[in-house]
């Protein structure tokens, strides 16, 4: 069965860091690109940042660009966020998806059940 699971979620205060994690399994995760969205309550869902299938390519949002970086260790099949200068804007459920490429496309496949993180002012 594919899975994907997200952790490493919790409550920080403005200007904190947090590293989420994302574990896959039930696929060949290594050949697909993946990415970390976010959606706070009564907003739309948010895209943040995307990883290709080598963990060459990125790229991220307008709103967390220098703030947050992506990662990706294949060989664990695990997919990392590390969000530093946290802002209470930031406040979501993050949530991984894997793309149905090897590049960042508009088309995702596989979604995890959601982190929240919280920050507080």
């Known amino acids: 069965q594919v899975q994907v699971v997200e952790s490493g979620g919790g409550l920080v205060q403005t200007g904190g860091s947090l590293r989420l994690s994302c574990t896959a399994s039930?696929?060949?995760?290594?050949?697909?690109?993946m990415g970390w969205f976010r959606q706070a309550p009564g907003k739309e869902r948010e895209w943040v940042s995307c990883i290709n299938r080598s963990g060459g390519g990125t790229s991220y949002a307008d709103s967390v660009q220098d703030r947050f970086t992506i990662s990706r260790d294949n060989a664990r099949k695990t997919l990392y966020l590390q969000m530093n200068s946290l802002k209470p804007e930031d406040t979501a459920m993050y949530y991984c998806?894997?793309?149905?490429?090897?590049?960042?496309?508009?088309?995702?496949?596989?979604w995890g059940q959601g982190t929240q993180v919280t920050v507080s002012s």
């Open positions: 039930g696929f060949n995760f290594e050949a697909y690109a």
């Open positions: 998806a894997a793309n149905r490429y090897w590049y960042c496309s508009a088309s995702w496949a596989y």
